[in-house]
């Protein structure tokens, strides 16, 4: 997901391009063999294969069709650009970017399979920590508290990180709703996390009654956003708010309690400031290919390392504690 305001800065002359591209499918000399449909009509004509009425496979073909015209276009225009002396300039919030074997950022979906090979590993290592390490209750549940909720925030980064990785392979609109949904169901979440983590919530009850509000202001957010409208300003207003309430939440908790890994805490509150500044100060990609959103995607890396490695010193601290009340 981008934090970003989409603007419609890109010139007349490349709206006109794309225009003039999905009515002859080309650009200049060049044509593109996903435009070529039947234009007439609804689109369907009678006598093609079998493949060509199916409606889901036109619709492929017109997102392939407009996905090809807005990057010739582009590459065109910043071909002018760059003899009449010009920076690059963003097209539909986005810089322009290479494709390398038709994958629109190859770093940023590079980036965020790693991300998600991280998130992975530091599920996987929880799990056989609180399982097969720490001791379990007589009824073969584990002690830590926290642990279910652990297991849905998971599952929720994983599942953020595989949309974002499709997201950036080729971003159309199917794609970039997964994305922006699945990234702020997983921020939603985790500032439901924070609160109950920190304020160390562990009656069940108490839990349901803090969620359900936070649950239901999500899912209307991301009903919002998909069949309503995707406004871009409106959901960045929304992801930063709920971003700053949890690492501020963890900031004072850090602070003020004596838990033996608060440092850990401190550099991930920190480290997600800082990387937060990537996304403000935005600047074109390097070589067309490695830009701030890129390396924002970076930094979640090591600091997903130690995030996990926090959670697992709280799960073992919290386990020796209860088993200490217990004796
Ligand atoms: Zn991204």
Known sequence: MRFIF??????????????????????GDRCFQHCRFSSD????????????????????????????????????REEERKTLGDGPIKYHGKWPFRRVFGIQEPV?????????????HGWLSFFILLYYKLPLRPNRKTYYEFTSLWHI????????WFWSAVFHSRDVDLTEKLDYSSAVALLGYSLILAILRSFNVRD??????VSAPLIAFVTTHILYLNFYKLDYGLNMKVCVVMGVV????????????????????WVVVIGGGLAMLLEIYDFPPYWGFVDAHALWHATTIPLTYIWWSF?????????????????
Not at 108 to 120: E, I, K, P, R, T
Not at 153 to 160: D, H, K, P, R, V
Not at 204 to 209: I, R
């Open 6 to 27: 989409y603007g419609s800065k890109h010139s007349l002359e490349y709206r006109a391009c794309v225009k003039q591209c999905e009515k002859t499918g080309c650009v």
């Open 41 to 76: 009509g609804d689109g369907v004509s009678v006598d093609g294969p079998w493949s060509m009425q199916e409606p889901l496979y036109l619709q492929w073909k017109q997102w392939d069709c407009q996905s090809e015209c807005r990057y010739h276009c582009m590459l065109e």
């Open 108 to 120: 940023s979906v590079a980036l965020s399979a790693l991300n998600l090979a991280m998130q992975f």
């Open 153 to 160: 925030y998971g599952l929720l980064s994983m599942n953020s």
């Open 204 to 209: 069940e009850a108490t839990k349901v009654m």
């Open 246 to 265: 949890q690492l501020l939440l963890w900031a004072i908790w850090a602070g003020v309690t004596h838990h033996p890994s608060r440092w850990k805490l």
């Open 311 to 327: 959670i697992k010193d709280d799960a073992e601290f919290g386990t020796s504690n209860l088993i200490k009340k217990v004796k």
